[in-house]
């Protein structure tokens, strides 16, 4: 089942209207909001749903995950069941041969299909990636400009979650894909 046959899902590509332009413009401002870099106490995770502490993430209420800092994205959307990452590849992402790292793609998507699942779990119950299969499909490079990884939940269950992601510029080309598996279990 891909996320445009669950029903009420948004489309996984670019809105109409998207331009790189515009997705900077957004990855400046999301960046703006962003608190310090820093882990988020227990607690906080504890005591708010999945969606609840992504969009306390993403509004600057909590610290941003250093990840985000070190490899240079930010969370963008967040929605139950939908999570999107933008990053901008730089040449500081380049592999040895002269193309943005796999890393790079892998643990943009990694980010998009962990929070998706994430976003569906209520208060107390946390998550972590058993499995990530990531296909290539197209090379990215530093005149890429921004790029998206869109996760969406395929089954989110009491143990188990499952989601795909994709990796888009703004006028939907698509660099990569995923799926993960997320083992579910309470805090």
Not at 73 to 86: C, E, K, T
Not at 103 to 123: E, M, R, Y
Not at 174 to 182: E, H, K, N, P, V
Request: hydrophobic share 40%.
């Amino acid at each position: 089942m891909n996320s445009s046959s669950i029903p009420g899902a948004p489309a996984p590509g670019p809105a109409d209207g998207d331009s790189a332009e515009r997705w900077l413009a957004d990855e400046a401002e999301r960046r703006g909001r962003s608190g310090p870099a820093g882990v988020a106490a227990l607690d906080d995770l504890r005591s708010r749903s999945g969606i609840e502490f992504l969009r306390a993430l993403m509004n600057g209420e909590l610290p941003s995950p250093p990840i985000g800092h070190t490899v240079g994205f930010v969370l963008i959307a967040v929605d139950p069941g939908r999570v999107v990452f933008q990053g901008t590849p730089g040449r500081e992402h380049y592999n040895p041969i002269g193309t943005i790292h796999g890393g790079w793609i892998a643990t943009l998507l990694d980010s998009a299909v962990g929070c998706a699942v994430h976003s569906t779990l209520p208060a107390g119950r946390g998550y972590t990636t058993l499995e990530l299969k990531v296909n290539y499909v197209k090379a990215v490079s530093d005149r890429t400009g921004p790029l998206r990884a869109i996760g969406t939940v395929i089954s989110a269950g009491r143990q188990a979650g499952t989601a795909e992601g994709r990796l888009v510029d703004a006028a939907g080309r698509l660099y990569a894909f995923a799926t993960t598996t997320c083992l579910i279990f309470d805090l």
